[in-house]
Structures are given as C-alpha cells and as structure tokens.
T-cell receptor, first 112, second 116 residues
C-alpha cells in the first residue's frame, strides 16, 4: 500500500544531472516527502526530505510541486557512487502514519 | 559516523533453529524502531514497528510468534526469527527515528540471513 509511484529505472550519464520523479497524488497536508537510496547489500541511506518548499543539501535537491502531488529528486552531477535504488516515501505526523512504507523505487543505471 | 548499529551483518543457521538480530541506536534515544525484510531484487517490506516499553505492532501477514521483537530500552531492539526455515532467508534491516514526520529515518546496514 505504498502511496508513491516511481519509474522502475532510469538511465544516466556520469557528470550529468539526473531528475528522478515521484508521484504522490494522495498526499495529505501534513505528510513529509522523504527520499532514500539503497546501494547493493546495504541499508537505505537518507538523502533529503521536505514538506512544501524546495530543499537543497550537499547530496541533492528536492523540488516539490505546488500542489504537492509530485516531487523530483535532483542529483546535480551524477557519479558512479550514485548508482542505487532511490525511494520516495511519505511520512505523516500522527500515529499510524509515521511508519515508512517503501514503494518499488527507481533504479538509477548507466553510470560507469 | 553510523547512527544505527545492526548485528550480525550476516548469519547462516540450520533449519529449525532461532536467530537473534540486534539493532542499536548509537546517537539518540529511539522511541520507535522499524524492522524490514527485503528479498532479492525487491523493495523493503515493513514487518513491524517496535515501540520502547510496549508490544510491537506487526504488519498484516507477519507472524508475531515467528518474528519476536523486543524493544527493552531506548537504544536496543532485537528481532528473533524462531524456528527458521529456508523461506525465512532474507535481508533484514532495522531503522530508528524520532516519532515525527520531520525526522529522517536512520537504517542499519542489514543482516543477511541464510537458513540451510
């Protein structure tokens, strides 16, 4: 019952920007949008999260649509180390909604 | 540095035996921990939410008597796979967070369980 949908995979080239989309049309007003990534045989790693405004950190940028029904994770210059599965997750504030349900994620490929 | 320590990183056991996996929060007191299972080429599946000092909340379809979760302190939660069978072979991952939507989730590095 994941509340987000993402493409199964995307291709990228090294040193080029990557835009990873996520649809969350049923998002509620208090749901935060979180992004994680998972390298092979490792636990997921936090990337970024936001509520309404766009967010930037050292790893990536998060662009949130005005209606909040979609968001895009932006890797400004993809490198080999960015080859991973990227998950977009909604997390609420109230008990029962702050558990993380993972969707299928997007496998970022083509980096070599 | 690591926020969550998960041990062991891998374990091989015989069918019918029990295996305990530990998850430790290193940097803060975690009132809530989550346990996930991941099969090859698949996404993470939430098994249960572990709350300190109370019973864990299991997701639908997860047998609570088979996957025993104990969260006895604010820094330690354990998952015990009882009477393990080959179909229990999987990658088990724990995570910790503050019980707030505005706090990121920190994951352990996972435990690869192989039941022979």
């Amino acid at each position: 019952d994941a509340k987000t949908t993402q493409p199964n995979s995307m291709e990228s080239n090294e040193e080029e920007p990557v835009h990873l989309p996520c649809n969350h049309s049923t998002i509620s007003g208090t749901d935060y949008i979180h992004w994680y990534r998972q390298l092979p045989s490792q636990g997921p790693e936090y990337v970024i999260h936001g509520l309404t405004s766009n967010v930037n950190n050292r790893m990536a940028s998060l662009a949130i649509a005005e209606d909040r029904k979609s968001s895009t994770l932006i890797l400004h210059r993809a490198t080999l180390r960015d080859a991973a599965v990227y998950y977009c997750i909604l997390r609420g504030l109230s008990p029962g909604t702050y558990k993380y349900i993972f969707g299928t994620g997007t496998r970022l490929k083509g980096l070599a | 540095g690591a926020v969550v320590s998960q041990h062991p990183s891998w374990v091989i056991c015989k069918s019918g035996t029990s295996v305990k996996i530990e998850c430790r929060s290193l940097d803060f007191q975690a009132t809530t921990m989550f346990w996930y299972r991941q099969f090859p080429k698949q996404s993470l599946m939430l098994m249960a939410t572990s709350n300190e000092g109370s019973k864990a909340t299991y997701e639908q379809g997860v047998e609570k008597d088979k996957f025993l979760i104990n969260h006895a302190s604010l820094t330690l939660s354990t998952l015990t796979v009882t009477s393990a069978h080959p179909e229990d072979s999987s990658f088990y991952i724990c995570s910790v967070s503050y019980a707030s939507g505005d706090s990121p989730l920190h994951f352990g590095n996972g435990t690869r369980l192989t039941v022979t």
